[in-house]
């Protein structure tokens, strides 16, 4: 069984080490290609989707009915904007950030 610890593992610490080194987004494209099978990089690519649509107070019918995601998967990614590790938050702020340049 998988670990559900609070604290990431060595393997994980290390996969985040080398997600924050890559600062080109082809070579982040590429590298997530390589690690990921086409479903997984589809959840992740649906769960980002579906951020600032909550963040702008988008029902959750609604997020369904434009993109197709699950309302169980768009009550997820609301649970953890709102009670989670801040990480949505943050990539939000980048991605403000990123957009206005």
């Known amino acids: 069984m998988k670990r559900r610890d609070e604290r990431p593992s060595d393997a ?4 985040f080490k080398i ?8 070579m982040m494209g590429a590298f997530m290609v390589d690690l990921c099978t086409p479903a997984e990089l589809e959840a992740l690519a649906d769960r980002w989707r579906i951020v600032p649509l909550l963040r702008d107070g988008v029902s959750y019918r609604k997020i369904h009915e434009q993109t197709g995601v699950s309302v169980t998967t768009i009550g997820r990614v609301a649970r953890y904007i709102s009670s989670g590790a801040g990480g ?4 939000l702020a980048l991605s403000d950030k990123s957009s206005r340049k």
């Open 12 to 15: 994980q610490a290390g996969l």
């Open 19 to 26: 997600l924050a080194a890559i600062d080109d987004p082809e």
């Open 88 to 91: 949505y938050d943050c990539a």
